[in-house]
């Protein structure tokens, strides 16, 4: 019996078919993501690839239709121009989920502070969920309290520490013993600051040529917390207390509170708000209160001295929130300068996310 070739026609809805398949799974069941950074580590590692489930939280329908699918939001070759037109955009909707977000989840999610781009087309971020909505969190000297309680650190996290050693190469030692990647010699009489586990930084204290090894804990205030104004005392490691928003949660508006709202209320929530003479106008009326419409969430890097989270820029909207990191597909290796990836890491490769 002859076997015909493939028509055109035949091939044009074979790929036709594969491509929408792909694009259901990845819109609603999960996808794949690569980790360029360090904000997670160690939980999560720059050059690892992980599987984002969507599912879970419920999956999120397009908001952006017209767009060229698998160009991740740029053109072929082009570093600045978009892949999308924003013609047809879509109100948010979600799927109900089979689970709710909890805490200590680690959330991939549109990242909230870029304006310009719609929202599923905003830069991906990846952090761990510090606090749910109506909690309120507040950081004393690097501990994290949620509601007044005291939350111990992820078993990875990581923190600055100064190290004064008797040998001019321990970045290269240290390197090799547990692969740190960040930090290094700050002084010429052998003085370092590195990026260190709890674990590792006990570790590092009890070997030969190490004199000192010291956390450090942030005293001074910074001008780039959120939400700044009246607030600008606060730091990365005393920070606080925050409420986070509630949908359906009431609060009151006034001069010295709305730092926190504004962006909430005019870019996620699509209002128009003035401030006239120490009084608040939103859509053209006087509001003494407002009512939120989403969720927020408060999230923060393992990498507790090295991630930009929402200690600078607040609060995430959930109709950012695009899934929850669940396993590690693969890892490439990193190497001391960071110019290069080498081969495969299979001790981090097919492992969860905790």
Request: charged share 20%; glycine share 6%; net charge positive.
């Amino acid at each position: 019996m002859p076997v015909k070739k493939p028509t055109i026609k035949l091939i044009f809805i074979w790929l036709s078919v594969l491509t929408l398949t792909v694009l259901l799974i990845q819109n609603f069941i999960g996808e794949t993501y690569f980790i360029p950074s360090s904000s997670m580590e160690n939980e999560l590692m720059a050059g690892d690839f992980i599987w984002v489930n969507k599912f879970v939280y419920g999956p999120r329908f397009p908001q952006t239709l017209l767009s060229i699918p698998f160009t991740k939001n740029r053109m072929p070759f082009s570093e600045n121009k978009p892949s999308y037109l924003t013609w047809l955009e879509l109100p948010y909707f979600r799927l109900p989920g089979i689970e709710k977000i909890k805490r200590n989840d680690v959330l991939v999610f549109n990242f909230p502070d870029e304006d310009g781009p719609p929202v599923d087309k905003k830069s991906n971020f990846v952090k761990r969920c510090i606090g749910l909505p109506g909690d309120t969190i507040e950081i004393t000297g690097k501990t994290v309290m949620v509601n007044k309680i005291a939350v111990a650190s992820p078993p990875h996290a990581k923190y600055s520490y100064e190290v004064y050693s008797t040998h001019d190469t321990l970045a290269a030692l240290l390197y090799n013993m547990f692969h740190v990647t960040e930090g290094g010699m700050v002084s010429s009489d052998n003085k370092y600051i590195f990026l260190l586990t709890a674990a590792e930084a006990d570790s590092v204290s009890k070997m030969s040529n190490i004199l000192l090894v010291k956390q450090i804990s942030q005293q001074y205030a910074t001008n780039d917390m959120f939400p700044g104004g009246k607030f600008a005392h606060w730091n990365k490691d005393n920070y606080g207390p925050v409420i986070i928003p509630q949908k359906g949660k009431t609060i009151r508006l006034n001069i010295d509170s709305i730092d926190f709202y504004s962006r909430i209320i005019t870019h996620y929530e699509k209002h128009k708000m003035d401030i006239r003479n120490d009084s608040i106008f939103i859509d053209g009326a006087y509001a003494s209160t407002y009512t939120f419409k989403m969720n927020y969430y408060f999230v923060m890097g393992d990498n507790r001295d090295n991630s930009d989270d929402s200690r600078f820029w607040g609060f995430v909207p959930e109709d950012h929130i695009i899934g929850k990191a669940s396993f590690i597909l693969c890892s490439l290796k990193q190497s001391l300068s960071k110019l290069k990836w080498g081969g495969i890491n299979w001790k981090r490769s097919f492992t969860s996310v905790r």
